[in-house]
């Protein structure tokens, strides 16, 4: 009974960062089908899903690609626990967005800012490995 107690502990403190950058996917996602980007896009955004910020093949806890890496400099799952975004979504939201805001301000490897990238309805990250 203590391991099944213990374990469960150790899987609540593992889950809730994991909570937090789920709910920055769904900003993310969330921002772009709100949009007038066209189908195509809005498609290719639903088909990377994670990997606007990971790198396909690679393991999610440790690789980003360099959008997620960009995003993780404004961005910290840490400052969203499940609670405050449940009980301050405008609040969280409006946090995220502008961390997206500032990701977007940062230069990919090809030399164009991510929300310009983004503007063009293109996905952000060169090395997504998709």
Do not use: W
């Amino acid at each position: 009974m203590k391991r099944l107690a213990l374990m469960f502990g150790l899987l609540v403190c593992l889950t809730t960062p994991s909570f937090a950058i789920s709910e920055f996917g769904k900003q993310f996602k969330a921002q772009v089908m709100e949009s007038e980007a066209p189908d195509e896009f809005k498609k290719a955004v639903k088909k990377a899903n994670c990997y606007i910020c990971h790198v396909k093949g690679e393991d999610k806890d440790e690789v980003r690609n360099e959008y997620g890496i960009a995003v993780g400099k404004f961005l910290d799952g840490e400052d969203f626990p499940k609670d405050y975004i449940k009980n301050n979504p405008d609040e969280a939201k409006a946090k995220i967005l502008e961390g997206f805001k500032k990701a977007g301000e940062v230069k990919s490897k090809d030399g164009r800012a991510f929300g310009e990238k983004i503007k063009a309805h293109e996905l952000p990250a060169t090395d997504a490995g998709i």
